[in-house]
C-alpha cells in the first residue's frame, strides 16, 4: 500500500521512482493520494481565482483498501462568470516524468455537480503541451474517473498540471470538489526516450 512518505519522495526527486510506490498486476502505478501539503500548488497562469488544502476527505473504496488513507486535496475555486473561458489549473512541485509505455490515467474525483471540465495536462515526446481530457465534474460523491491514453500524443510523456475549466459555462460562482488517488497504468517492459516515438525494452524498472 501506498505510504504517506512515499507519495512526498516523488517530488524530491527529477526522476519519479514509481518502483518504489509499488505496483500491481496490472502494472498500475500510484502517482500520488494528494495527501501531504506542498505536493501541488495553484498555476500562476490560472484565469479562475482558487484555494486549495489537505482535507479529511477520502474515497470510501480507498479507505477500506489503505485504511492509513485520510486526506485528500480539497479545492475550491471562483468562478468570474461571462463570456470566454476561464480555468484553474494546479502543478506538481516537480514534473512527473513517465519513461515507460503509458497505457492509461485514472484519477479520483469528488466532484463539484457542475458542468466544468477536467484535464490532464502533460508534455509530449516532442515537448508539446497535451491535453487530456476527463470530462465534466457534474457530479457529487466520489468516482474514479479512467481514460485510455489518447494514441496521437507522442511518447513518453511528462504529466505537468491538473486544470479545471468553464468552457460554454458563462454562470458565475464557487465551486468545491475533492482529488484522490493519481494512477497510471504502464507497459513496464517497454522502455521509451524522448529522442524517439518508440519503445524499447528495459528491465530497468527504478524511475
Known sequence: MIMKHLCLSLFCLLAVSLNALGADANNTRTITDFSIPGEWKPSKWSTAEGRIAVRPEVPPALKKEDPSLEESLGIKIDWPGGEGMRLFALTPASDIKIPFVLKELSLWVNG?????????????????????????????????????????????????????????????????????????????????????????????DSW
Not at 510523456?157 to 460562482?173: A, E, L, M
Not at 494512477?183 to 513496464?188: E, G
Open 112 to 204: 463539484s455537480g457542475t458542468e466544468h471540465f477536467c484535464e490532464i495536462i502533460v508534455d509530449d515526446a516532442s515537448g508539446q503541451r497535451q491535453k487530456i481530457g476527463l470530462g465534466k465534474v457534474n457530479f457529487q460523491g466520489w468516482k474514479n474517473i479512467t481514460k485510455k491514453m489518447p494514441p496521437n500524443i507522442m511518447q513518453p510523456v511528462t504529466i505537468t498540471g491538473i486544470t479545471f475549466h468553464d468552457w460554454n459555462n458563462p454562470q458565475p460562482g464557487e465551486t468545491t470538489l475533492y482529488l484522490s488517488r493519481f494512477d497510471v497504468t504502464i507497459d513496464p517492459e517497454a522502455k521509451m526516450t524522448a529522442a524517439k516515438n518508440s519503445a524499447a525494452t528495459d528491465t530497468n
